[in-house]
């Protein structure tokens, strides 16, 4: 996820230009100044942000990890655990968060294809991204509406401990979805202004569809019986 | 996470105040911030410390205005065993979390990590500066703790389930205290990941031209290796953390067990797993023991190096050894838990790859050691404190292979023993690596030498303190004297300890005032010392190439440094003297070019 974000040129001063243009490979720089044109901007080489989403990923996932070895050790410490319905509209919200990550998956190959020189204009790949941003809120919202759900059978988050489990997965799972929708503001932000990077918009579809993968691996772990 | 990066290496030089020092985005003012919050945090520390060790040699007696810390923990200034607990649990929180991690790892990795790759920046500077504020937010949040009715947390730094997860029913400072001290940490926990984030981002993509991760310096893999660690470490630690809160103010039971009963009230929870806790915490806790150590390694291993004027042995043996360090300190962690009722076959599981991890720390003391070897050593006070390390290190690091075995350790856990063994090598180490780092570096941070004569009174005073304090700990523990208690005179098998107690007492008070001459130091040095020169020891990395000392506000001026030769190219005849530095594109006849 590159996320390089170039700087536009006029608050530049001339030597930081040319020195940032004359990078070589192995860490050096290649980033040429666009003069407000999309299609010049360049990424740092190699990218920090395709680093760095990989690096966020994994702390991520490390986090994960630690809760679900706790479900499997708490669910096998006592007779406590009272195995929980899910919610119908979690399958739905699933197939929202699914549906947004194809959304953006159009709007990444329209911006590259229009990088490259294609024929869609600038605005097209906009209004793909908007529909992400969209399904994304519909999919918190729709999280949202399955506490309600539960709260309304009585499961709170100290009921029982698959309940407590729930709510904490789903809540932090939330939050980070919320920071994904921080995420893809900026590239709309970006790309109307004509300062997006590609680094910028993978990084952020990389992060996007790891918190789909994220979810349905949530879901299989609170459905399943273990 | 999101791209930052977008101010990566040009933003523009700050020209207020509050941008330029205090929500500063350069990496240099942050290693500087950082460097604060520790020497605070390790006062507070050692404060307490103090606290507790009179209490220990002398336990009746008052303690002039304790009584304004806590009047509860301290009627009349005479310490309750309670408060005694509480000091304890702060004492080793603020070392751990905001001494030994901050100062080797997050105040000179971030300093000095992106000079030596040949960057003008990390990539994601606003992410740094959160990182530090962060961590200082959770610093306020923990001291806070003093604050409250009940003062701080009793429960000891590893907070084991179920004390802490019961409330205020455990004790003082069992309610809130916790709270504060599990919203602290998980705080801290963000700042780490923050940190780590850009310390890897940092050596994997912005190393300048000629720099492989091959000619990267030791402590720069020190600070690669150990942000690694704390990837996956604080991730691990934070959700257990959140996990522990809401146990705390939400009434979920994940870590209390059922029909638990304290103080006559049966508990409100139900099916907990107190186990699970230390599972969770231990995971993050041995790769701690390795976050706090591993930056000394490399910053010992650098400043070596240069007052040897020849390199390591091996340069890439030390690497893979750190990484092999890293690999296994997750593998070893249920070693803490030895006396904890795991079944026994997961003891000797854990047992085993406990004792391989001494193979890649015995490597790198012998390398040290057989580096040092006929050496011609410049004996200044960074490589003074550098001694010290591996002194310490070895010291501290053998009693190690007596804990690691269950059958020994069984015995030997919950004495003093284990108390010399983990201060010494992880705390006084990291502490004389931390030193090592302040003397070698000043010169370029501040632009001005520190006191060598002042410099090495602080070392022996240092050296031969530590020493008093931590070894009898050994003989304490052998001779069955029990850690955490607050006192010993009423214990029959114990009351003769008492006077080697009180021995330990006073060279604790005695090394802690000698380390005035550190502070007087460093703040007389900072204003008054003798100018630098830009390359005060005849080093070889690049941040001692910068143009100015300290460093421009973009670390190379208006052009980016290359790389021709490798980290330590010392024992060869350049123009400059008997060294030749990486950003020089000079041609040496002897080098020991082994990347």
């Not at chain 1, 994904?180 to 900026?186: K, Q």
């Not at chain 2, 003008?120 to 923990?142: C, I, K, R």
């Not at chain 2, 390398?367 to 010290?388: D, Q, R, V």
């Amino acid at each position: 996820m590159a996320t390089t974000v170039h700087e536009p040129p006029r608050i530049e001063p001339p030597h930081e230009r040319s020195r940032l243009s004359a990078g070589s490979g192995n860490g050096g720089r290649s980033l040429v100044p666009a003069d407000g044109d999309l299609r010049r901007i360049k990424d740092y080489s190699p990218p920090p942000s395709a680093t760095g989403i990989w690096v966020v990923m994994a702390s991520i996932t490390m986090s994960f990890l630690a809760f679900t070895s706790a479900l499997i050790v708490r669910q096998g410490s006592a007779s406590d655990w009272h195995h929980l319905t899910l919610p119908r509209i979690l399958y739905l919200n699933t197939l929202v968060l699914l549906a947004s990550s194809i959304a953006l998956e159009v709007a990444r190959r329209q911006v590259r294809s229009f990088m490259a020189g294609g024929r869609h204009s600038a605005a097209y790949p906009t209004r793909w991204l908007y529909i992400t941003l969209f399904l994304g809120l519909l999919f918190v919202a729709g999280q949202y509406f399955a506490w309600l759900q539960l709260r309304a059978q009585g499961l709170f988050l100290a009921t029982n401990p698959n309940s407590s489990f729930f709510y904490v997965l789903t809540a932090i799972h939330a939050l980070h979805v919320s920071g994904g929708l921080g995420g893809l503001a900026r590239v709309i932000l970006r790309l109307n202004r004509s300062i997006l990077r590609q680094s910028t918009l993978d990084a952020t579809a990389h992060y996007w569809h790891f918190m789909d993968g994220l979810w349905v691996y949530l879901l299989l772990l609170l459905w399943m019986k273990l | 996470m999101h791209d930052m990066s977008a101010h990566v290496a040009h933003h523009a030089p700050p020209t207020s105040f509050i941008r330029k020092h205090i929500f500063s985005l350069d990496h240099k003012v942050i290693g500087k911030q950082y460097y604060g919050l520790a020497l605070i945090a390790v006062l507070v520390g050692m404060v307490l410390s103090w606290l507790m060790r009179i209490h220990l040699g002398w336990t009746n007696y008052a303690i002039p205005g304790l009584h304004f810390l806590s009047s509860n923990g301290a009627p009349g200034n005479v310490m309750t065993p309670e408060y005694y607990l509480q000091l304890m649990t702060m004492h080793a929180t603020i070392m751990v979390f905001f001494v030994l991690t901050t100062a080797p790892f997050a105040a000179f990795g971030n300093y000095f990590l992106p000079i030596q790759v040949g960057a003008e920046d990390m990539p994601f500077p606003h992410f740094n500066m959160m990182s530090f504020w962060v961590t200082f937010v959770g610093f306020v949040v923990l001291i806070a703790s003093f604050f409250v009715s009940d003062g701080p947390t009793l429960g000891g730094w590893t907070q084991y389930a179920p004390l802490s997860a019961v409330g205020a029913v455990g004790g003082p400072g069992e309610g809130m205290g916790v709270v504060l001290w599990a919203s602290s940490i998980a705080i801290f926990c963000v700042g780490q990941l923050l940190g780590s984030l850009n310390f890897i981002t940092t050596t994997l993509d912005m190393r300048t031209k000629g720099m492989s991760l091959w000619r990267l310096p030791l402590s720069a893999w020190g600070w690669f290796i150990t942000s690694c660690m704390g990837l996956t470490a604080f991730a691990v630690l934070m959700p257990a953390c959140i996990l522990l809160i809401l146990d705390h103010v939400a009434g979920t039971s994940f870590f209390v067990p059922s029909n638990l009963v304290l103080n006559d009230q049966l508990q409100p929870h139900a099916g907990g797993s107190t186990l699970l806790w230390q599972h969770l915490f231990w995971f993050f806790g041995h790769p701690e023991v390795y976050i706090a150590i591993v930056p000394g390694m490399g910053i010992v291993s650098h400043v070596l190096i240069t007052n040897m004027r020849k390199p390591m042995l091996s340069h890439r043996v030390l690497i893979y050894s750190f990484g092999a360090l890293a690999v296994l300190s997750y593998m070893v962690y249920g070693h803490h838990m030895f006396v904890s009722g795991m079944n026994p076959v997961s003891s000797l599981a854990f047992s085993f790859p406990t004792l391989i991890i001494t193979i890649p720390s015995t490597i790198i003391v012998l390398i040290w050691m057989g580096s040092l070897y006929g050496a011609k050593l410049h004996t200044n006070t960074a490589c003074l404190f550098a001694l010290g390390f591996i002194s310490m290190f070895i010291s501290g690091g053998v009693s190690g292979f007596f804990l690691a075995q269950p059958s020994t350790d069984i015995m030997l856990h919950a004495t003093y023993f284990v108390v010399g063994h983990f201060h010494m090598v992880m705390g006084v180490a990291a502490m004389f690596g931390i030193f090592a780092g302040t003397y070698f570096w000043f010169p370029k941070m501040f632009g001005r030498m520190m006191n060598e004569t002042l410099g090495k009174v602080h070392f022996w005073l240092t050296f031969v303190g530590a020493y008093c304090i931590f070894m009898p700990f050994h003989y304490l523990g052998l001779a069955g004297n029990v850690r955490r208690y607050q006192a010993f005179a009423n214990v029959d098998y114990m009351a003769h300890l008492v006077p080697l107690h009180r021995f330990i007492t006073i060279s604790a008070l005695l090394t802690g005032a000698s380390q005035l001459v550190f502070l007087y130091n460093l703040i007389h040095s900072r204003f008054w010392g003798k100018p630098a020169t830009d390359n005060p020891w005849q080093a070889t990395s690049l941040e001692w190439s910068t143009p100015t000392t300290p460093p421009p506000h973009n670390n190379f001026g208006d052009k980016l440094p290359e790389v021709f030769h490798d980290p330590y190219q010392y024992g060869v005849e350049s123009s400059v003297g008997d060294y030749v530095m990486q950003a020089s594109p000079e041609q040496v006849s002897s080098g020991h070019d082994e990347a």
